[in-house]
């Protein structure tokens, strides 16, 4: 009996996998999020009211927002957060206003009025919809608002009538569709979970204005996580060669120290070997410069390893997030003028690379610097951080975290 049980749990475990990857989907493998009826205004059965005093309710399968007259949005968020998936839903305004559709969301901590901070999919036609808005956080667009994407928006959009816009996200990834038409393709990673939700604006923002959606639905997709490279006051994940110091402090942070002279480069390094992941850390020098290595092999010489190395420098060198072939061809990609705007000299910084095949995208304090295809790329190996020979070197690390993306993450990523 039990094994036949576990044999039907890894049944239905490889059919879901097969439906998530099949080209044919169908929209009754999405959970329904509208339900039938309301609790009561604000206070919808599995969505909570936040915010500003604006309103939100059921009339028959969908979910009616009003904005308010207070100085502050309102928001009808899921009780549920997310991880991967994919969100559909359609849209309609019987009164244009600035509204939009929060993911991968969270509360602001940081907010001086009660907000949602996250990630937007902007539904107004004449203000990029189905573009991705980062609220509350990093204040723009994640897609380059041009003339010609919103002639694609205005080509695609329905004004007047009921819109359906499409969120899909796998790891870093994130793609948008309105009407079926691709609006966003690009990665970020700065949140990987949170809540949905409904946004209708303050008075602030402009007119009041009404939205109605229905038929909001989702599909959640294998979750892809962080991974720490070292946590609890412990390496775990890491091993130290050959040389430096390394001492995890009490606040956390990493602190990896060489002495004057040493001609060898000292490494923080994985003991396991990834493909294709996201890789992030962040970092404060002291002395010297680092690197933050991904895709590299071990070699017998004073700087210890071949393969990339998302640059760590001092200074506003304009290097930091370059991509730099060790032992092989030196720079491959830089963006030293972007750089030199980004980097915050003297204080904590955030570098991360996404590596998926042959496609290789650094990142500086959330914004990306590098994005190329560079067939002649290492497609695997491990990830580290360098503490440079040749002099005294220091620096501080913290949150050194990776995500390792199967072939099946892979392959939604890619469609």
């Known amino acids: 009996m039990k094994s036949n049980f576990v044999f039907a749990c890894i049944l ?17 493998d999405f959970v329904q999020l509208i339900p039938s009826k309301a609790v009561s205004n604000n206070q919808i059965d599995g969505w909570i009211g936040y915010g500003g005093n604006g309103m939100f309710k059921v009339e028959g399968k969908e979910i009616v927002g009003k904005s308010g007259d207070s100085i502050v949005h309102t928001f009808l968020r899921t009780e ?17 206003c600035n509204a939009g559709v929060l993911f991968r969301s969270y509360i602001d901590p940081n907010g001086q009025f009660e907000s949602i901070a996250g990630y937007k999919c902007v539904i107004e036609p004449s203000k990029n919809a189905a573009n991705v808005w980062d609220e509350h956080r990093r204040n723009r667009f994640l897609t380059e608002s041009t003339p010609e994407l919103q002639a694609k928006i205005d080509k695609a959009f329905k004004k007047g009538d009921w819109n359906e816009i499409i969120i899909q996200c796998v790891g870093p990834s994130i793609k948008t569709w309105l009407n079926g038409e691709k609006v966003t ?29 229905r038929n909001i639905r989702v599909l959640e997709l294998p979750a892809t996580e962080w991974v720490a490279l070292y946590a609890d006051k ?22 990896g120290t060489t002495e004057k002279g040493q001609p060898k480069d000292g490494m923080f390094l994985s003991k396991n070997s990834y493909k ?33 190395q998302c640059e760590i420098a001092s200074g506003k060198s304009g290097d930091t997030a370059g991509l730099w072939e060790v032992d092989g061809r030196g720079w491959v990609k830089r963006n030293m003028e972007l ?24 990142f500086l304090n959330g914004q990306i610097v590098v994005d190329v295809l560079d067939p002649k790329s290492p497609k695997e190996g491990k990830t580290g951080l360098q503490l440079h020979g040749g002099g005294s070197q220091g620096c501080l690390f913290r949150e050194y975290y990776i995500m390792p993306l199967d072939d099946k993450a892979v392959e939604l990523i890619k469609k």
């Open 12 to 28: 239905c475990v490889y059919s879901f996998a097969a439906m998530l990857f099949a080209d044919d989907v169908k929209d009754s």
């Open 276 to 308: 294709n992941f996201v890789v992030k850390v962040s970092f404060k020098i002291i002395s010297g410069n680092s690197g933050l290595y991904f895709r590299a092999a071990e070699v017998d010489k004073p700087h210890w390893m071949k393969g990339f």
């Open 185 to 213: 393709d690009f990665f970020d990673i700065e949140s990987n979970e949170g809540v949905f939700a409904l946004q209708v604006p303050s008075a602030k923002s402009g007119a009041s204005g009404q939205v109605r959606w």
């Open 80 to 96: 549920k957060k997310y991880k991967n998936f994919v969100l559909k839903f359609d849209v309609k305004y019987d009164v244009e």
């Open 234 to 255: 412990k390496f775990g994940e890491v091993e130290t060669k050959p040389v430096g110091k390394w001492e995890i402090l009490e606040d956390g942070s990493l602190k």
């Open 339 to 362: 750089t030199r705007k980004l980097i915050k000299v003297g204080d904590w910084n955030e570098v991360g690379t996404v590596a998926i095949d042959d496609r290789l995208v650094t």
